[in-house]
């Protein structure tokens, strides 16, 4: 099966998408992150990773006190693309909003062409994006692993459906991943 789009179809996706993100990076940028309660441990484990050159044997830091184990905290960051840019928190913020409102709108706007809905007026995808949900993790919380998890569900609804419609082992293998 392809899911192709049409030009006008992806310059009003493209237009949507940079609107979209704008309401979420622009409040961001302008009253900046409110609090670090459990991306604290993330960003800790993370620094130390990359001044190890993210090792992925590092097991304990003596920094902490005897007994604690390493990482700290969920680990959901230690390979995801914004991890590279952590010492500026900002960036690693904004890209990390960036790269997952962007995950939600595309993979939702493919879930909804697989099941025949219209994708020109981008509503759907524009009301999964501005959900209360977002809204609370990213403004309120700060909790980007949580917010993330988030936007990889409509990419995960995309693979098992297109699993489901074509039996294609590519997508069971994505799925699993």
Sequence with gaps: MSLKFSKNENKNFFVS???INLFFLAPLYLFGINH???SVYHYFSLEVLYQNNFNPFIFFYDLLGPGSKFPVGHGFFYFFPSSFFIKSKLIF???TVLIGITL???YLNKVLKIFKF???SFLFPLLYCLSITNI???FDFDYLDHFLSFSLLPAILFYSVNFFKEKNKTDFYIIVL
Excluded: G, S, V, W
């Design 104 to 106: 939600q709108a595309f």
């Design 93 to 95: 913020f904004f890209l």
């Design 136 to 138: 609370c993790f990213i």
């Design 17 to 19: 998408l940079i609107i």
């Design 36 to 38: 670090y309660e459990e």
């Design 118 to 120: 219209d994708t020109t």
